[in-house]
């Protein structure tokens, strides 16, 4: 008897050994809204280049034109509970977040670095990131995607009696939403978590930017 109980405590012990093996093998992952979905579209050319009124002499924003977009360079249903938490370090850490790794919520702008490497859609597209430290409030941002590129130009022009610099080319920008009104954020994606079936538009458009200079009475 003393033989047998002996085999179980030994036979129980490797049963809890196995266990707490399972339980630490089991991955970590981003803390969101249960069954949390949402659909990322890298797309071009749904912004407005935006600029400014001659008249007026009043600055133009970029708007959004787009709509939930019919065509696009790519489409991703990012499964948000499935992004473990190794993953989302990554992805924060890919563009500088100084909290990477300890932020365990997903933002609008680690949606769209998953979308850009996701290789299940589509082949991954590479990017560069940053973070913004001058601005309030702090954030990060991707400045460049592999394969779109545009032609940076700048000259100086006088609209009325004060100067500017315009500054031409094509960017990124971001639009999100749920149902079918997208808008831009105020801030930079990464001040705004997801939300369960949210769209997000990462597009890359033309844009006209205007800063004044100086003032003349010529």
């Known amino acids: 008897m003393e033989k047998v109980m002996k085999h179980m405590r030994k036979a129980l ?3 809890l050994v196995l266990a707490m093996v399972v339980c630490f093998a089991v991955p970590a992952f981003a803390a969101s809204p249960e069954g949390a979905t949402v659909t990322v579209y890298i ?3 749904l912004f407005t280049k935006g600029g400014i009124d001659t008249a007026t002499g009043k600055k133009i924003d970029q708007e959004y034109i787009g709509g939930i977009p019919t065509s696009y360079i790519k489409k991703v249903e990012v499964d948000i509970s499935g992004i473990s938490t190794t993953e989302l370090k990554t992805l924060k850490a890919s563009y500088n977040n100084p909290d990477a790794e300890t932020q365990t919520t997903v933002n609008v702008l680690d949606a769209i670095a998953y979308a850009l490497s996701d290789t299940k859609s589509g082949a991954a597209l590479g990017y560069t990131g940053g973070w913004d430290t001058w601005n309030t409030p702090n954030g990060g941002y991707i400045s460049s995607v592999d394969g779109y590129t545009g032609t940076p130009g700048s000259e100086s022009v006088k609209i009325g009696t004060t100067w500017y610099t315009k500054y031409t080319g094509s960017g990124w920008n971001i639009a ?5 009104t997208l808008t831009p ?4 994606g990464t001040y705004y978590d997801v939300t369960n079936g ?3 538009v990462f597009d890359f458009s033309e844009y006209e930017l205007y800063y004044a200079d100086r003032k003349s009475v010529v």
Not at 185 to 188: A, I, L, R, V
């Open 13 to 15: 012990s490797l049963l």
């Open 43 to 45: 797309t071009e050319d």
């Open 198 to 200: 949210m769209v997000i």
């Open 176 to 180: 999100f939403g749920t149902g079918t």
């Open 185 to 188: 954020p105020e801030y930079y």
